[in-house]
């Protein structure tokens, strides 16, 4: 069972789009609190983000890299539109009973540096995670699954975590501050995503049998920008 899938969206390719979308967009607003979890000082975002990844090694082992790759691209869309609303509904003058500028501006606000960092993470790391997993399919005969969900995920989220911590915080936080950061953050979604595993394979054994279809990329072209082919 190894076709190209169907230029037809089904049901649940749009049900898993639309969670990981969502996750992208919860794990940006909810980023700006730091929690403590088990010790460790994280970002809020770190509970959800990660989500995002199962899906997009979902979408990638399921529907293939071509799929995967507009989805990548529609998440930067949508974040970077929820950005410019989220803006938009800062400058805009508050009414004359309004009183609550200085929490919405904490709270929602950014800085062309986060947003640079993030968009490049983000990029960069879903990008990553995609090709890794597609090309391990191809060489393990789409066997192991699991060695490519955490292998491409260890790659993905690493770049993700070195791109971020270092563009947003460097000349802000000692060298070995952002080593430590990348480092927990790194290790925490690496961990995520394999206590995530048998979840990822019962989604994948679902789809797989309700859309017909197990897409290996021999033949793809990886190229980020390529999304007609």
Not at 10 to 23: K, N, Y
Not at 58 to 75: D, H, M, P, S
Not at 121 to 142: C, H, I, P
Not at 143 to 159: F, P
Request: charged share 10%; net charge neutral.
């Amino acid at each position: 069972m190894s076709r190209v899938a169907s230029q037809q969206h089904s049901t649940w390719f749009v049900v898993v789009v639309a969670v990981f979308v969502t996750c992208l967009l919860i794990a940006n607003i909810i980023a700006v609190k730091l929690v403590n979890i088990f010790g460790l000082t994280v970002p809020a975002g770190i509970i959800i983000f990660p989500i995002s990844y199962i899906c997009g090694d979902v979408l990638t082992e399921v529907y293939g890299y071509r799929r995967a790759r507009q989805v990548i691209w529609l998440g930067f869309g949508c974040n970077l539109l929820a950005v410019i609303a989220i803006w938009a509904g800062q400058v805009l003058p508050g009414a004359v009973f309004w009183d609550a500028q200085t929490a919405y501006e904490r709270i929602l606000g950014f800085t062309p540096r986060l947003l640079v960092a993030s968009f490049c993470a983000y990029l960069v790391g879903e990008f990553a995670n995609s090709f890794v997993l597609a090309k391990m399919k191809v060489m393990t005969g789409g066997r192991w699954l699991w060695t490519r969900t955490i292998g491409s995920t260890v790659v993905g989220e690493g770049l993700d975590s070195l791109i971020f911590v270092t563009i947003a915080f460097w000349g802000i936080i000692p060298a070995a501050g952002l080593l430590s950061a990348i480092v927990t953050q790194w290790l925490f979604k690496v961990a995520y995503e394999a206590l995530a595993t048998p979840l990822t394979y019962a989604a994948v054994g679902f789809l797989k049998r309700q859309e017909g279809i197990d897409v290996f990329d021999r033949d793809t072209s990886f190229n980020p920008l390529a999304l007609a082919e």
